[in-house]
Nanobody, 127 residues
């Protein structure tokens, strides 16, 4: 069974950058699309972005377009989320998720399209 482990979160001032990593082990990764989500206290989970199996198709949520970049390294079984120009409203717990077989695109999909989730990493942006 795959295990997803996020890392790289922390406290950063507004305008700063962070790079999150999501390392997969114990299951398939390279043949699966992946997604990043976030959830702030009292708010619904939000789609941040996703990447297709090949890495050729990348999608972003409207609130992060132009600031965040998703990439993947299949040799390392890792997907990344580079976050630049961070804002206080980016403060949240960030989760990576693996899409189930049959979901090839990196676009946002209903929760049941994802069959594995990481435990999350906290990102806090100070004003």
């Amino acid at each position: 069974q795959v295990q997803l482990v996020e890392s790289g979160g922390g406290l950063v001032p507004a305008g700063g950058s962070l790079r999150l990593s999501c390392a997969a082990s114990g299951g398939s990764f390279s043949n699966r699309a992946m997604g990043w989500f976030r959830q702030a206290p009292g708010k619904e989970r939000e789609f941040v972005g996703g990447i297709s199996r090949s890495g050729g198709g990348i999608y972003y949520g409207d609130s992060v377009k132009g600031r965040f970049t998703i990439s993947r390294d299949s040799a390392k079984n890792t997907v990344y989320l580079q976050m630049n120009s961070l804002k206080p409203e980016d403060t949240a717990v960030y989760y990576c998720a693996r899409k189930a077989i049959g979901y090839y695109s990196g676009s946002s999909s209903p929760p049941d399209a994802y069959d594995a989730w990481g435990q999350g990493t906290q990102v806090t942006v100070s004003s």
